[in-house]
Structures are given as C-alpha cells and as structure tokens.
C-alpha cells in the first residue's frame, strides 16, 4: 500500500489543522514531496507556513477541512496558487481520516490541472476572438452541424432572417433559403 500511495501520479498526503491555525503535515507522498520542493519523506511534522503556503491558501484549506468534518464527506474543490511560471491550479478532494476522524486527521489528493485550466483560458479567448471577429464583418456568418441544425450566428444572421437562435424554424436554416435556391443550396449542403 505505501508503494503504491508512494508512486502515486498525483499528490497525496495526511494533515492536521493545528491549534494556532496552521496545519501540520503528518504524511505526504512522493509526488506531493516535489511539489513543496522538498526531499521525500521530509514533511514529517512540518507545517503548511514552513512549506510555503501563504496565509490565505492555510485558511482555505482549514475552511475545507472544517468542512469535510461536518458533512463527514469528501469535500472536492480548485486551488489556485502562484506558480514560477504563472499561476497553477489543483483539483483537489479533502476527507476526515477514516479511523482516526476523532484524531482531526485528514487525506488529500491534489491533481495539478494547470494545463486543462490553461487550455479551458485559451478556448474562451479564441472563441471570443472569434465573436468579435464575425461581429465585426458585414455579412452572414454561421455554423451548422451535419444534420443542418445552426449552432451559431452573427447578428446579421438575426437582422437578415428575423429569428434568433432560439426562434429559429424547426428545419434550421433550410425554411429561410428561398424556393428557387434551395435544391442547389440543399446540394452544396
């Protein structure tokens, strides 16, 4: 069990909020170890503020704990934090210590998400470049999926046919193309 919890790809360890408010490491994994920038098996009995975590982060973990406690759960949420290269996040799941929930012990897996959450930021920007972009055109612009079902338009789609996304016929765009068009619009389609 300890080489597995060891090798673990994610960071995993065994806490204790403390009495003056900080929070005592009684475990970490390997993995965890790397994280705090520390040689494996060192964060014994070392706390929160000396492994670097600021006052904030310490309060927002105890908050969890706190409530971990009193639903008895696990408790899932992000973490953000300054990282050398940027900010970094974690998901993180925190849970009273089975047995030893009387002791105030709590687990934690942190998986840094940094990259999904990297991603997810430059998505939004594309997809607001490309709002701004096809808002700015003076003409239709829209996606459809296969089946002809429009996902997406410009306000010109709107002035130009009457309907918003929401109003739109039943048939996607096929009811708006006029009668004489339509076989040959339908067959580029």
Known sequence: LRAFYDSAPMSMGVVEPTADGDIRHVYDNAMACRFFGVDPGSTAGRRASDLGATSPTIAEWRA????????????????????????????????????????????????????????????????????????????????????????FYNRRWEQYTGYTLAQRPADGWAEIIHPDDFEAVYASW
């Open 64 to 151: 969890r704990y706190a409530e971990a406690a009193a639903t008895g759960g696990p408790v899932r949420f992000n973490h953000a934090y300054a990282g050398e290269d940027g900010p970094r996040w974690l998901a993180v799941t925190v849970s009273p210590l089975g047995k030893e929930r009387d002791l105030g012990r709590f687990c934690y897996v942190a998986e840094d998400i940094t990259e999904r959450q990297r991603a997810a930021a430059a998505l939004v920007a594309s997809e607001s470049r490309f709002r701004t972009l096809t808002e700015a055109v003076p003409l239709i612009v829209w996606t459809a999926d296969p089946r002809g079902e429009v996902t």
